[in-house]
């Protein structure tokens, strides 16, 4: 019997090489900069794009994959086999996991497709996306990965803060009065990813201060399998909080990571973040 195939998008952030060795399909998300549109991972660079982002005029939005895009996708997959998950960012965010199931809907008599909002982001969703990948590789049946995914989203855990609400607020995620006050106060929110929605936890008006905020959120945790720092362009508030993670937890599983363009529309690109797994 064929594996199951698994669908993503590249808000997963998931390495090329990663994608490519356990054959994971990836749809872009489009970001659009004034009148100039990208696909994320195909037709710019993180790099070029945060640069991009600090000199635009305009903020810089996103838009999902097209349903004829999943079509295209999910065309091709069942090609090859009959079952196929799809795991998507959290609908909270992105439109992308409601674009996915309509674009399932038609094949669901020919063909076993789930779509599963995975409530997640970033390297989060990347975590998710590639467990899911290694069980259909090892043999895992479509109900078998699906219960593992569905399983595994409660124990993922995300939390960033950022040098502004500025990209939050263009991007709707606040309103335009607590930012204004955040700004005015330079106020750096601790935000969280609860249920799939950010939510601000706590706010401090120094970067060593929630880098602080960011250590007491890790170490809260009793049995983390594994840790990623998230950054865009600031090592030394990376190199800050491993050191004080470490003098606390110091066998720690630790790696570093970026986020993203499609975070960075949300974030800017001066966050930092975390993203926990916890063990059973």
Do not use: C, W
Request: aromatic share 6%; no cysteine.
């Amino acid at each position: 019997m064929p594996p199951v195939k698994i669908l993503t998008d590249s808000t997963a952030d998931l390495p090329p090489d990663v994608a490519r060795r356990l054959d994971i399909t990836v749809l872009p998300i489009t970001i659009h900069v004034g009148k100039k549109s990208f696909r994320d991972g195909i037709d710019i660079t993180a790099e070029d794009f945060f640069h991009q982002l600090e000199t635009a005029s305009i903020p810089a939005t996103i838009s999902a994959p097209t349903q004829r895009d999943f079509e295209k996708a999910f065309a091709e997959l069942t090609k090859k086999s009959n079952d196929i998950v799809a795991i998507h960012a959290s609908s909270k965010l992105s439109q992308t996991f409601r674009v996915a199931t309509r674009a399932a809907a038609p094949l669901l008599g020919r063909s076993r497709i789930v779509v599963i909002d995975s409530q997640l982001v970033s390297v989060g969703l990347g975590m998710l996306v590639t467990k899911a990948a290694q069980a259909a590789a090892d043999g895992a049946t479509l109900d078998e990965v699906v219960k593992l995914v569905r399983g595994l989203i409660p124990r993922i855990y995300i939390a960033f803060f950022v040098e502004t609400l500025e990209y939050l607020e263009k991007g709707g995620r606040v309103g335009k009065a607590q930012s204004v006050l955040g700004s005015m106060l330079s106020i750096k929110p601790l935000l969280i990813l609860e249920d799939g929605e950010i939510v601000a936890l706590e706010k401090v008006r120094t970067r060593a201060k929630a880098i602080e905020k960011l250590v007491e959120f890790i170490t809260e945790f009793t049995h983390i399998e594994k840790m990623v720092v998230l950054h865009s362009n600031t090592p030394e508030d990376v190199s800050a909080l491993i050191e004080q993670v470490n003098a606390i937890l110091p066998n720690l599983d630790i790696s570093i990571d970026h986020y993203g363009p499609v975070m960075a529309t949300y974030l800017g690109p001066s966050a930092i973040g975390v993203v926990v797994y916890e063990g059973p």
